[in-house]
């Protein structure tokens, strides 16, 4: 079936047409839970349309980060943080991705894409659409602070940050 949507593609002369054969490819892996296959299918449009989505962005990029192909992903994140500089889901999976390749945070790779995350996040006029990765960004800095900066006080603004968006969170409180 691939080989025959490729073909499809590759023959169609019309943008749309050959974007929705490769997201029918695209969504049936994802549906599967194949999330490789579905990443590897999304990233074809991002080869195929002239403008693209954040949704098309994010589909390829979240799906490679699903299966742990974190060098794949961060290409593509830095994609959609080049075209959506403004929007900060692309800074957050960055993090996120640079996170686990540095699980141990000695390099310190996902702090400059988690600080603008928090950026982005508290100059947001409606912060409850930025509400989940406001909140996981300023967990990931307590920790940070915490454990790899030796930086209590540091840490202590993110806890009453992050408070401040979830008052109730007895992790925080605790």
């Known amino acids: 079936a691939g080989n025959n949507f490729e073909k499809a593609v590759l023959l169609d002369s019309v943008e749309a047409n050959k974007v929705d054969y ?14 490789k296959e579905a990443a590897d299918w999304y990233s074809k449009i991002l080869g195929v349309k002239a ?7 994010y ?9 742990g192909d974190y060098n794949t992903a961060i290409p593509i994140l830095t994609r959609y943080t080049e075209k959506f500089p ?14 686990a390749l540095d699980s141990t945070d000695q390099d310190s790779l996902a702090v400059p894409f988690f600080q603008r995350a928090v950026e982005i996040g508290e100059t947001a006029q409606d912060k409850s659409k930025v509400k989940p990765q406001l909140l996981a960004t300023y967990k990931f800095f307590i920790e940070y602070y915490y454990n790899v900066k030796k930086d209590k006080d540091t840490a202590l ?4 940050k992050a408070l401040l968006l979830e008052p109730a969170d007895e992790q925080l409180i605790q």
């Open 22 to 35: 490769l997201k029918a490819m695209a969504s049936d892996y994802e549906a599967q839970k194949k999330f």
């Open 157 to 160: 603004i993110y806890i009453d």
């Open 86 to 99: 403004q929007d900060i889901f692309g800074f957050y999976m960055l993090g996120k991705a640079n996170a």
């Open 51 to 57: 403008n693209l989505t954040k949704t098309d962005i």
């Open 59 to 67: 589909n390829a990029g979240f799906n490679y980060f699903r299966v």
